[in-house]
């Protein structure tokens, strides 16, 4: 698996090798694209991070900083490894922890976050995940974008404090694209 774009396109993502799903390259791209200037000078949030590959082809195409969540100590050994390999530590929060104990510690902090990915194991209960959007939404700026990534076909009402702006299906996974309300 490689970057795919901006400053450091071509550069390897090392990937735990079980425990993630990591997003390939088109997939990736695609959201990018579609993303477009939004990712310059963005702070990015980076739920179930697994390799943190949407973090670090954020950073090589222009955002600010990222904080990284992950549970799994070899996604975190490759996400550091990741960070060292492309320049980008200084950018790079990288916290080991669960979804809802980061959700918790974030919300004290004094932080907005411009894009906020949610990237989880296909298998993690859509209904555990709900119960954290309203506190994603507290930590995203005011038209913040919220790129979820869930299994294609699974089926889920509306998203507290969220708006869809569109849906992508890329092979097994449906990407969404949603704006704070």
Do not use: H, Q
Request: aromatic share 8%.
């Amino acid at each position: 698996m490689r970057i795919t774009g901006g400053e450091k396109k071509g550069i390897p993502i090392k990937v735990p090798k079980k425990g993630t799903r990591p997003p390939t390259g088109m997939i990736r791209s695609a959201v990018f694209n579609i993303l477009g200037e939004k990712v310059s000078n963005s702070n990015i949030l980076d739920l179930f991070a697994g390799s943190g590959s949407f973090s670090i082809e954020a950073l090589s195409r222009g955002a600010k900083s990222t904080v990284m969540v992950e549970s799994l100590r070899e996604a975190i050994d490759c996400i550091k490894e990741n960070l060292i390999r492309t320049g980008f530590s200084e950018k790079s929060e990288v916290l080991m922890m669960n979804f809802f104990k980061a959700l918790k510690i974030l919300k004290k902090r004094d932080e907005a976050y411009d894009i906020a990915f949610v990237d989880p194991p296909f298998e993690f209960p859509l209904r555990k995940l709900t119960i954290g959007f309203p506190v994603i939404s507290d930590l995203m700026k005011e038209d913040g974008i919220l790129v979820l990534r869930l299994k294609k076909g699974i089926k889920f009402g509306e998203i507290p404090r969220f708006e869809i702006l569109s849906k992508k299906t890329y092979g097994d996974s449906e990407i969404y694209f949603l704006r704070k309300r």
